[in-house]
């Protein structure tokens, strides 16, 4: 056992909170003086990862930020922003009749294996609550960055074998984040909600694929070998729940590319350096190349399905359950902010590395 | 700017080397005292990452391990392991035409905006060449690993579109390490065999498939957060030269699979608890469940290709050019034992996290 | 600027809050699971923190700890956990008259240079208020390794020149903690508390020197060279507002002594190593040596005095000034059981590092 | 047992060696690319460090600075700069008579108990030859730091009881690396070293007393809390052999003073604000305030001593020992450079990380 929940080397962000505890929050430290926040910003992404559509968890608690230092007049002192947000909506008694039930999918047993835990209600440190935490401090980072010109978009490109066809072009806000399963483009939104209401009424779930873009990133970010920009987003966004795969540009579909066709040839371009293409996603060399950053991010489908199932209680006896609380057909259209937010912390701190030493100081 | 060649909580690796330079080498520290090298182990994962095939780059150097610490008559001593692999081959002028050129795919241009460096030949610092010193510490961290009855296999499963059927069951060393793409599969590992033949010919490259499996793990390694097992093995992965994409389980390919039929349900076995199915891939919420873990990382094609190509120079006039070196068809057989490397010291380091506390103490 | 507000490798205590901002606090992580808080030991500790003796400042705010994660039923999780302090009786109208001076002593110019931030009322982020959230996270550490047979106790030897003849052993609890001057010897208690009533008189401030005892540590803990016991608890300690020196044994003043009167002579005694004498201070080549660890602080006088005095302020200019606020004559008593808690902090996280390889396994 | 050998947040210094291993030496990790070894310099430093006095060690080994990589041309790449000293010198036979023996304040006991380790010859890991690489590390910072405008000089202000009457003024360079004792004071210098000649003929040992100037240093370096700039230098100064207390300004000898006398009072000077006194040592709050910061550190005497002593063996049986080899009467003049080393190494991370965020951007 030991400490996990810190994250970042300029810009750290240490997060806690259980799902049925007092509260969820995090402390995010390194931020620099002088900022104000950015209340819209805020309030608008927690409303992305809040359930809204139909084919969400029902579990409605108001995200109400509560700041607990750091802040003077919404602007930044430099010290460290601490922040909460109440679990006001949480109903144990739903899970009473799992009690002592390893259910399939969830960390109920490995949380038993680890830390000796009977299985807690709502999943604990395990469930997804969490990542409102992390969308708090994403706004503040992602504030940040807009003032430096670097921007970010995160949207469902599929969910099960419903795909978007995509070429990678820049997504507007609105059409990503007015669409209820955050797919900008019309005709596949319209064929992912058709299918997510099958699920829905089978009360089944799946999966679904976030397809993230950065745009106005300098050159340059990204410290080799284990700081590369590519590998320290891997962790940030494999940290987030559900998330089973994260790959960069082509990624794992580049397999079918040949190294003539996948290298992304530089050009000037009104003496500026661009590039023919962007098969490598933004990143070369685990350094950013000034060119569009594109990433993917593979997420399963929810555990708590409302089918028959059967498990072992910590006794090791087998139990028969139905799983009958609030929860989600697919959670990655509202996890899909949960990765903008991790994206932009993530290039805070790389590029407050990247200025920490200026050739022309 | 910032430090990046350091990685790990109780076990700290940190790298160094350029390609052209004098050594690459690194430091293993918090390696506990009194174990043994495994040498006959060394040199075996040393000689997986050496390139012998026909597709595979002429550059024959022997990767002889100077081990300037933490030794005492090859049995570790508590103190950091520090070690260096000399540069005996390096042949600068082979990049002498090349000078001054942002080679296509390669770090050329974001190490000049980084770092302000030319061109280096080889790579630098970026090059592959650095990860034998990943193979050194992994190897003896796969020692000590094995001593808890831990192992590690990593194979290749696709090359190109070249793939191989897979179970997701273990494969033995043998099979692995005498395949020349390290492809444990007869019927695909010739397909594999032939399709590289005709990239060689074309004097072009392609991707391939890294599948890695663990055995032995026990349940419970991983902390959450941002310590998840997964995220920690993420970044270590995507640390390595090529690397564009991880999953876990399913991962990308999960995306066609309901939670109903996702959810690995636990089962007793005489006494263990086991698991029906590992759609998960060894790993939930993080921690591992004791079931083999399954990961894959997608590398990229060779970026030197030897058709012709274009780019710019630093000054940035459009050049033609015609890469001649010494280069890889395919890298991904190679990169193999490297990700079998950095998963065995992220492992070493998950164990000892784990043992730090013991409830039976 | 950068994040510096998480301390620990194993365990990792975050800390936020200013002084006149809503709330103080930290987040400890990765305290083990299972253990039940002993609500006694931190009432007590708190309690020692809080201003009462008449030489001590008249802020009485109650510290109502409020913990918003990582308990259930007082029991700790394995998850962070998260607690805060309001400030409930801030008066930053007492720091009106002072706006825009950068009172001398304080962090105003200093804030000011690193952050662009005014003089803010109460010192901010520079307050002794924070150390309220260290005694909290301390409390759970000593509650723990009491129960590994662990025990702390930090004392004043010296109020300015006013010293208690010390010969190093244990003190007892009782005798410390019922001591307004925190000095468990009577005829030094009554000396201190006398000048300690000339310095209130004058309205002035004095310093004072805080030895710390740790009885019951195995030999064995501390992580050369960077991680030394006494390197990391030297960190913790000098990051207490006011302390401006720490030593072990001897000390500064073991500059008299010869290394045949210094070297702690092992001899063997019913079974068990012990040593002859303690100049080394329980510390030796930076690893505990099961003798009992010795070490003192040294604070400063309180900055805040009501003499008059002078200093400039934001503009520059010349400003006369006389502090009527509520301010310490000496905080080295109330600051004690704060050097108790870091070093709790410290050995907590140096014991779960050495227990995590244990060769026993 | 964890990795402790790594130092450092924008710049790491990982160290490695024993003392009768093959070699010493490091990584210095986040160096920026573009800087000229000041060759001259490191080999000034070195020989600071290198025993030459009576009073010191015979062991005479060059200490011929081998880079394995991060530089071209001796300029620096940006990637990390590793080095090592091979130990030429090491005659492990001295040690013959005493293996198996604890000797009196050496590790041998704590690295018995810790590692399992029989006494090693030279002390391993334990002995002060591993400084010889921190001074390497240090001379690049130090390099980098003069091109700032910092300077750090470090100087032997008390061995034994004989003191230097100091000013806290700035000392030369050359008067003190020219005086066998590193004390630019001559009246002292020669009193030290009579005592010494006394100290040396009794076969016996002393501590002695580094002050450490720093000029030059903007205001604002140091990250609150637990990044405070006394805090990390007095973690990496504790980290140093043979070190046993660290203090700031006044430190433990500002127990004498009132809060009125104590606080450094800032005035207007020529447009630049300055300070009337300097009792706090150049750190106000844990961040620099644009005075000299001024820090004294405490060593103690040498272990080895030639007198007879007693001790146990690794069986816990008694033995009456001599030891014959090698030894400083005081090391602390050869430390005083190292103690600049450290400094030079934490001030450059420090200037890194406040220049990391500029408002000016």
């Given at each position: 056992?030991?400490?996990?929940?810190t994250?970042?080397?300029?810009?750290?962000?240490t997060?806690?909170?259980?799902?049925?505890?007092?509260?969820?929050?995090?402390?995010?430290?390194?931020?620099p003086?002088?900022?104000t926040?950015?209340?819209?910003?805020?309030k608008?992404?927690?409303?992305?990862?809040?359930?809204?559509?139909?084919f969400?968890?029902?579990?409605r608690?108001?995200?109400a930020?509560?700041?607990?230092?750091?802040?003077?007049?919404?602007?930044t002192?430099?010290s460290?922003?601490?922040?909460?947000?109440?679990?006001?909506?949480?109903?144990?008694g739903d899970?009473e009749?799992?009690?002592?039930?390893?259910?399939?999918?969830?960390?109920?047993?490995?949380?038993?294996e680890?830390?000796?835990?009977?299985?807690?209600?709502?999943?604990?440190?395990?469930s997804g609550?969490?990542?409102?935490?992390?969308?708090v401090?994403g706004a503040?980072?992602l504030g940040f960055?807009?003032?430096?010109?670097i921007?970010?978009?995160s949207?469902?490109?599929?969910?099960g074998?419903?795909k978007?066809?995509?070429?990678g072009?820049?997504?507007e806000?609105?059409?990503?984040?007015n669409s209820p399963?955050r797919?900008?483009?019309?005709?596949?939104?319209s064929?992912?909600?058709q299918?997510l209401k099958?699920?829905?009424?089978?009360?089944?779930?799946?999966?679904?694929?976030?397809?993230?873009?950065?745009?106005?990133?300098?050159?340059g970010?990204?410290e080799?070998?284990f700081?590369?920009?590519n590998?320290v987003?891997?962790?940030a966004?494999?940290?987030i729940?559900?998330?089973?795969?994260?790959d960069?540009?082509?990624?794992?579909a580049?397999?079918h590319?040949?190294?003539?066709e996948?290298?992304?040839?530089?050009?000037m371009n009104n003496g500026?350096?661009?590039?023919?293409?962007?098969?490598?996603?933004?990143v070369?060399?685990?350094i950013?190349?000034?060119?569009?950053?594109?990433?993917?991010?593979a997420?399963?489908?929810a555990?708590?399905?409302?089918?028959?199932?059967?498990s072992i209680?910590?006794?090791?006896h087998?139990v028969?359950?139905?799983?009958s609380?609030?929860?989600d057909?697919?959670?990655?259209?509202?996890a899909?902010?949960?990765?903008t937010?991790?994206t932009?912390i993530?290039?805070?701190d790389?590029?407050?590395?990247f200025?920490?030493?200026?050739?022309e100081f």
């Amino acid at each position: 056992m030991a400490a996990g929940n810190t994250f970042g080397t300029l810009v750290k962000l240490t997060l806690f909170g259980e799902s049925h505890g007092d509260s969820v929050g995090g402390v995010l430290d390194g931020f620099p003086a002088g900022y104000t926040v950015n209340e819209s910003l805020l309030k608008t992404m927690l409303q992305q990862r809040f359930p809204s559509a139909s084919f969400e968890t029902a579990r409605r608690e108001e995200d109400a930020v509560e700041f607990l230092s750091g802040l003077k007049n919404k602007t930044t002192l430099g010290s460290p922003i601490a922040f909460r947000i109440r679990n006001t909506n949480a109903r144990p008694g739903d899970y009473e009749s799992l009690k002592n039930i390893f259910r399939p999918g969830h960390a109920d047993f490995v949380y038993h294996e680890k830390y000796g835990l009977e299985p807690q209600s709502g999943g604990g440190r395990a469930s997804g609550r969490e990542t409102a935490a992390r969308v708090v401090a994403g706004a503040l980072a992602l504030g940040f960055l807009r003032e430096k010109g670097i921007d970010i978009i995160s949207y469902i490109s599929a969910i099960g074998s419903e795909k978007m066809i995509d070429a990678g072009d820049w997504k507007e806000e609105s059409a990503v984040f007015n669409s209820p399963v955050r797919c900008p483009d019309h005709e596949a939104e319209s064929r992912m909600q058709q299918y997510l209401k099958q699920i829905s009424n089978a009360k089944d779930s799946i999966g679904g694929c976030v397809t993230t873009l950065v745009r106005g990133l300098p050159a340059g970010l990204g410290e080799p070998v284990f700081g590369k920009l590519n590998a320290v987003l891997a962790q940030a966004i494999m940290s987030i729940p559900g998330a089973k795969g994260v790959d960069f540009g082509e990624g794992f579909a580049g397999l079918h590319l040949k190294g003539s066709e996948y290298n992304d040839v530089p050009v000037m371009n009104n003496g500026k350096v661009q590039f023919e293409s962007n098969h490598s996603g933004g990143v070369q060399a685990g350094i950013s190349n000034g060119n569009i950053l594109l990433m993917k991010t593979a997420f399963r489908p929810a555990s708590s399905v409302g089918t028959a199932q059967h498990s072992i209680d910590t006794e090791g006896h087998r139990v028969d359950l139905k799983i009958s609380g609030r929860h989600d057909a697919c959670f990655a259209p509202r996890a899909s902010i949960v990765v903008t937010a991790m994206t932009a912390i993530v290039l805070m701190d790389a590029w407050l590395q990247f200025k920490s030493y200026d050739r022309e100081f």
